[in-house]
């Protein structure tokens, strides 16, 4: 189903990103890459088994469909600003609204897992739309970012790579754990990954090897997994 749409905001991409999408082996490799990295958290920290899981800014839902291939997931819902985008995606499984990052439509401790991948560098309030996500999480659910490290984001925009000004703001892991901690999440995991933003054979086995020798801040993308925890919000922020 799609809901309502809602007013634009920068950063919203529209039906030209799906098409781009389905002809540019780049942004399928970024696709592909991203999802491997959340699979391997939720499998890490949930299993196989989920029962309701939320992309937000799912775009085309065509991470959500990767999701639901390799995991055995109940409910799978997908929230995007745009209307158009949501509907390229012809899955009968999904749940598919449209709404906003900042004031997601969803009850208090909904969702066992939340998945923004590269999302929060769009948003205008980042700790709002963090505060949002641990207000729809269960408790003990699973928050899991992903976004861009600033420095390469600087450089693909110089070379023309991505067009400037798409993002709001890119934040280092850093400030991603200091946001994230100060919402009362825990943090569960941090990692860099994606050598390179088209991808080339043995580039994950390379990948492993730059993170044995502490090379890994030359990777491009950044992961952060968190926690719904009452416990070490409490004990964290009294």
């Given amino acids: 189903m799609i809901g309502v749409w809602v007013k634009s905001q920068k950063g919203v991409l529209s039906i030209e990103y799906h098409e781009e999408r389905e002809r540019s082996h780049a942004l399928k490799y970024r696709l592909t890459r991203r999802t491997n990295e959340v699979l391997k958290v939720i499998k890490l920290y949930k299993g196989n088994e989920i029962e309701n899981l939320c992309d937000i800014g799912t775009a085309d839902g065509m991470m959500l469909d990767l999701l639901g291939q390799n995991l055995n997931i109940k409910t799978a819902v997908g929230l995007d600003f745009s209307i158009e985008l949501l509907r390229t995606?012809?899955?009968p499984a999904l749940n598919l609204?449209?709404?906003?990052?900042?004031?997601?439509?969803?009850?208090?401790d909904s969702f066992d897992v939340v998945v923004a991948t590269a999302v929060i560098e769009h948003v205008s309030d980042a700790g709002n739309m963090l505060g949002e996500c641990w207000r729809i999480l269960k408790e003990g659910g699973l928050c899991i970012l992903t976004t861009p490290d600033p420095f390469f984001e600087h450089i693909a925009t110089s070379v023309g790579h991505l067009k400037d000004k798409q993002h709001v703001k890119t934040f280092k892991l850093s400030e991603l754990v200091y946001l994230l901690k100060a919402k009362g999440f825990?943090?569960?995991?941090?990692?860099?990954?994606?050598m390179s933003p088209i991808g080339f054979p043995y580039e994950v086995k390379i990948e492993r090897i730059m993170?044995?020798?502490?090379?890994?801040?030359?990777?491009?993308?950044?992961?952060?997994?968190?926690?719904?925890?009452s416990q070490f919000y409490s004990s964290s922020f009294a």
Avoid at 97 to 108: I, N, Q, R, S, T
Avoid at 186 to 194: A, D, H, R, V
Avoid at 211 to 229: G, I, M, W
């Fill in 89 to 91: 995606n012809k899955n």
């Fill in 97 to 108: 609204l449209a709404g906003d990052a900042l004031k997601l439509p969803f009850k208090e």
């Fill in 211 to 229: 993170k044995l020798v502490k090379l890994d801040f030359l990777l491009l993308n950044q992961l952060v997994a968190a926690q719904k925890t």
């Fill in 186 to 194: 825990q943090i569960l995991k941090t990692e860099k990954f994606m």
